[in-house]
């Protein structure tokens, strides 16, 4: 299993950036996809997160309206939109998949694969 992200960058306060979620190995229709992010100096914290088969989509109340989760199918690839980007947003973003229960959709431990990270500065 792979996961590997792309899309980061340098963006400015108030602008919009796509990251992307290539996986091999997994299909993501059969497994839940997530997004972390680690600013330095702090630890792992939950961004979003959606169960395509089921539903649920969950989002962490410092992005909630401003980032959403997507996938295409066809490519097999999962993404994070993240728009009206804060300073704040700066850190390095991680893909993660796996099967967690509806408690740990927003967890750590929820989740068995993950990407190399991709990293995010808002700054002006």
């Known amino acids: 299993v792979q996961l590997v992200e792309s899309g980061g960058g340098l963006v400015q306060p108030g602008g919009s950036l796509r990251l992307s979620c290539a996986a091999s190995?997994?299909?993501?229709?059969?497994?839940?996809m997530a997004w972390f992010r680690q600013a330095p100096g702090k630890d792992r914290e939950f961004v979003a997160a959606r169960r395509w088969s089921g539903g649920g989509e969950y989002y962490a109340d410092s992005v909630k309206g401003r980032f959403s989760i997507s996938r295409d199918t066809a490519i097999n690839t999962g993404y994070l939109q993240m728009s009206s980007l804060k300073t704040d947003d700066t850190a390095v973003y991680y893909c993660a998949a796996g099967k967690p229960i509806t408690s740990t959709m927003a967890t750590m431990r929820g989740y068995r694969h993950w990407g190399q990270g991709t990293p995010v500065t808002v700054s002006s």
């Open positions: 190995g997994i299909t993501f229709g059969t497994y839940a």
